[in-house]
Nanobody, 121 residues
Framework: QVQLVQSGGGLVEPGGSLRLSCAISRNIFAIDHMAWYRQHPGEERELVAASTSGGSTIYGDFVKGRFLISKTNDRKMIYLQMNDLKTEDTAVYYC???????????????WGHGPQVTVSS
């Protein structure tokens, strides 16, 4: 019922910025939980940022104030603003959302396809 379509990945120089976008394919009632994860080659997937529908946020220890998770008021777009990027931020980034399509819907977990972010001179 829902697809998460990511964009905004690519190549950026150290110290630069990127904004990752995650488009939700249809109108929904609520995002109960949203998050961004990343995965380095050969490593386990790790949490970058997460937010509940109530506005509570959690960031990975490596973020250190550089990133911000947000969504549009119509709940059709999730963003990860990344500033002061470092080479160690190079990874595949995945958006994740726990979605209720309708008020009575069972919350369902959806994942984006995970574009590559590369930070390099």
């Amino acid at each position: 019922q829902v697809q998460l379509v990511q964009s905004g990945g690519g190549l950026v120089e150290p110290g630069g910025s990127l904004r990752l976008s995650c488009a939700i394919s249809r109108n929904i009632f609520a995002i109960d939980h949203m998050a961004w994860y990343r995965q380095h080659p050969g490593e386990e997937r790790e949490l970058v940022a997460a937010s509940t529908s109530g506005g509570s946020t959690i960031y990975g220890d490596f973020v250190k104030g550089r990133f911000l998770i947000s969504k549009t008021n119509d709940r059709k777009m999730i963003y990860l603003q990344m500033n002061d990027l470092k080479t160690e931020d190079t990874a595949v980034y995945y958006c994740n959302a726990l979605v209720r399509v309708f008020i009575s819907s069972v919350p369902t977990d959806y994942w984006g396809h995970g574009p590559q972010v590369t930070v390099s001179s």
